[in-house]
Nanobody, 120 residues
Framework: QVQLVESGGGLVQPGGSLRLSCAAS??????????MGWYRQPPGKERELVAT????????NYVDSVKGRFTISGDNAKNTVYLQMNSLKPEDTAVYYC???????????WGQGTQVTVDS
């Protein structure tokens, strides 16, 4: 069982920045076995994929709406994945969830979510 703990959400004005963190607290966890990602669920909408990173951080992909503004990265030594969010917009308001998908077994693990609110 993989446990993911997110942090870093909050209230920010449009144009501001936040950095989300996702720490995997399971003993023996190694990024090489997982594709890591960030999803978000805006109010009243379905959960959507925001960004993924794989191959121990060497390959990143983003949904078009965040390209050039968000950066996903990982720290293998700390078993932590980050989502740096710049130039935030009101439409980025959502609960953000960290996800780990085992590359072999396809099992998904989720964090508890962290609220990001972009409002003036």
């Amino acid at each position: 069982q993989v446990q993911l703990v997110e942090s870093g959400g909050g209230l920010v004005q449009p144009g501001g920045s936040l950095r989300l963190s996702c720490a995997a607290s399971t003993s023996g966890f190694a990024f090489i076995w997982y594709d890591m990602g960030w999803y978000r669920q805006p109010p009243g909408k379905e959960r959507e994929l925001v960004a993924t990173v794989t191959n121990a951080g060497s390959t990143a992909n983003y949904v078009d709406s965040v390209k050039g503004r968000f950066t996903i990265s990982g720290d293998n030594a700390k078993n932590t994945v980050y989502l740096q969010m710049n130039s935030l917009k009101p439409e980025d308001t959502a609960v953000y969830y960290c996800n780990a998908r085992h590359k072999v077994w396809g099992i998904h693990y989720w964090g508890q979510g962290t609220q990001v609110t972009v409002d003036s």
